[in-house]
C-alpha cells in the first residue's frame, strides 16, 4: 500500500511499509502548504528534482533533523552536503536500490541553478523523480516542460505527478499530453495555483485528460492511497 500526501506547490510526502519520504519540501514561506516544518512527520530521505528555492526548500534542516538522507543530482548532492547535510549523489538515467525504495532519476527541462549557491559552482541539470515504494513507481516529472523522454516511462508508472501551471513549466495542454506519453494508472496535478501566475484550473486538466487516467486533485494536507 502507498500513501500520497500533498502539502502545496510541488511538495509530496510517500509512505510505504513503515517508510516515508519528500519530494521537493517547500514548506517555509510556501503560501500553499497546509503543514509547518515542526508539524512535519520524520522522513527517512528528502528527494529533489532541482536546487530553485521553490523545491529545494527546507531539503537541509529537515534532512539534519531526522537524520534523513538528501538524494539529488551530484552537483546538487554535494551543495547540501557543503550545508551539513547527508546526500546520496546521482544522476540522470542512474537508479540506486535504497531501504525506503528504488529511485531513478530521468530527464527534465528547465533551469538548474541552486538557491543559495552564490558561486554557481554547483549549477546542475534537473531531473525527473520515479520512486518505488510499496510495489508502486511514481514519476515526480519536477519542474520541465514536455519531452519526448517522457514517452520512454509508458506503462511504467502508476502515479504521475506533473505540473499545470505554466508560465515556468508546462501548461494544462501539454501536461494531458505528458499523460498519453507516460500511460499511468493516476495523475495528480501539482505546481499551479501557488501564485496567480501559476493559476491553472485542475478541472479543465481533468476534462483534457479524458479518462485516459485517473485525475485525482488534491488539495494541500489531502492524500491519495494506491492498494
Not at 523545491?55 to 537541509?60: I, T, Y
Not at 499530453?177 to 478541472?203: C, L, N, Q, S
Request: with cysteine; charged share 20%; aromatic share 6%.
Amino acid at each position: 500500500m502507498l500513501k500520497i500526501t500533498f502539502h502545496g506547490h510541488a511538495c509530496f510526502v510517500l509512505e510505504a511499509d513503515g517508510r516515508r519520504v519528500i519530494i521537493d519540501p517547500f514548506i517555509t514561506g510556501n503560501p500553499a502548504t497546509d503543514v509547518s516544518l515542526d508539524r512535519l512527520p520524520k522522513v527517512d530521505a528528502v528527494l529533489l528534482s532541482h536546487g530553485h528555492g521553490d523545491h529545494l526548500g527546507d531539503a537541509v534542516p529537515i534532512a539534519r533533523r531526522d537524520a534523513a538522507t538528501i538524494v539529488a543530482t551530484f552537483e546538487l548532492a554535494k551543495f547540501c552536503e557543503k550545508q551539513g547535510a547527508v546526500a546520496h549523489a546521482m544522476h540522470i538515467g542512474g537508479a540506486h536500490q535504497f531501504p525506503f525504495g528504488r529511485v531513478k532519476l530521468v530527464p527534465a527541462f528547465h533551469g538548474g541553478q541552486i538557491e543559495g549557491d552564490d558561486t554557481g559552482r554547483y549549477t546542475t541539470n534537473p531531473c525527473g523523480i520515479v520512486a518505488t515504494l510499496g510495489g508502486r513507481a511514481v514519476y515526480h516529472t519536477g519542474d520541465t516542460a514536455l519531452t519526448l523522454e517522457m514517452q520512454l516511462l509508458a506503462g511504467q508508472v502508476d502515479v504521475l505527478l506533473c505540473p499545470i501551471g505554466d508560465n515556468y513549466t508546462m501548461g494544462i495542454e501539454d501536461a494531458a499530453r505528458a499523460v498519453e506519453f507516460v500511460k499511468p494508472r493516476t495523475v495528480i496535478p501539482m505546481h499551479y495555483g501557488t501564485w496567480d501566475v501559476i493559476a491553472a484550473d485542475p478541472e479543465a486538466f481533468k476534462r483534457q485528460v479524458a479518462g485516459r487516467a485517473e485525475v485525482v486533485v488534491l488539495k494541500p494536507g489531502q492524500s491519495h492511497t494506491l492498494a
